[in-house]
């Protein structure tokens, strides 16, 4: 039977691709080819935003007619809009991946079979297939935190972490078998350990005592967990096996929206973890989420958004307009006129731009040992230490490589070995 694989949303649903890729190979699937050639697809849905959602569904349209089964976060969070559009579809959960086999024999039979478990599963005990050098190593399900805005919770309510063992292990396997960037991936990496008697920083310290080169990018972090565990997690980030790489969400410049959006810190707070940083990893990369247009988000407050911006300059910023995603509490929340929200939203983008290219033509000229991670076309595209983008031609996958700077793009660098 051949089995096709389409994969939406972060990382965590890509390790989870690799995952059906691993149980359903086992059972005998041969994966890959095309949505055209395979005899049964699956959709590995994301359900965070409105335009994502939208684009699945016209995919579940385009394949109507094909024996589809759904799976991730959609239906986990909103069964009743798969049904709507893909009644007889099978469907399987972020929580249930080991059913993955079942509700694809049933799709290819004409059978609607349903697996949509909450309490998570120990994913570890699960095959997998990756491809390339990069591995995604989830740490944790779910999350601790109860924001206004957010549908994924829904689809991944309860806060499960894994065992450090269990992921030290696989590591060490990865490591093993060629990979050379390690992804530890959750919906939020500082709520590792909170169910247990553990934390993030522990985990990276031992992570640091693998042998191997290879380099470990640790994927969001709440500023809330971050000001739990500053000093130690500042000592973690000192390992010459992680990226100089933080990633944490500030999603509005003004503690009365954040107090409205769930969000349990305040802006003086993650101005703190940003300042400590820092001034202990002046070369840092610093990655961060906003919304604008949240529907109490005055035009004084998106303006106290902008000074954030302006003041701390991150490097990143994953721009997001408001919307209203079903069963949250925002949903139900009178929204902003979409002409107001569209405007900010362009401020904020060209402020973002403009700010990312000034970061990144600083490094014209600098020299980095660059790790090579995936192939673009008849180029090549790696990572510094900071996790900056390179592209160069020339070299291998899993290659580190000496690269000089010597242009700068909004997203990217661009360098010469």
Known sequence: ?????????CTLNQADSEIMKGVLSKEGA???????????VILNTCFVKTPTQQCIIDRLRKLAGKRVVVAGCMPSANRRMVEKISP?????????????????????????????????????????SREGVIARIPVSEGCSSLCSFCVTKLARPVL??????SILNEIERCVGAGFREI???????????LDSETNLASLMGKIDGIKGKFLVRVGMINPEHALRMLPELMDAFKSKKVYRFLHIPLQSGDDGVLEDMGRRYSVDGFRKVVEEFRREFPELTLATDIIVGFPTESEN???????????IEPDVVNNSKFSPRPG??????KRLPNDVVARRSRLMSALCREISLKNNRESIGSRFEVLL??????????RTHTYKQVIVKGGELGEFVNVRICDAATCHLKGII
């Open 1 to 9: 039977m051949k089995v096709f694989i389409e994969t939406y949303g």
């Open 30 to 40: 041969e994966i890959g080819g095309s949505a055209d050639e395979a005899d049964v």
């Open 88 to 128: 007889l579809a099978p469907m399987v959960g972020p929580c249930s991946l080991s059913r993955i086999h079942e509700a694809v024999l049933a799709a290819y039979e004409g059978r609607k079979e349903v697996f949509l478990e909450k309490k998570p599963e120990d994913k570890y005990l699960l095959p997998r």
């Open 160 to 165: 499960h972490s894994y065992a450090e063992r």
């Open 183 to 193: 992804q530890l991936t959750s919906m939020d990496a500082g709520a590792y350990g």
């Open 301 to 311: 407050a998106f303006e106290k958004t902008i000074g954030v911006i302006k003041e």
């Open 328 to 333: 949250t509490k925002a949903a139900s929340m």
């Open 373 to 382: 991670t995936e192939i673009r076309g008849s180029n090549m595209a790696g």
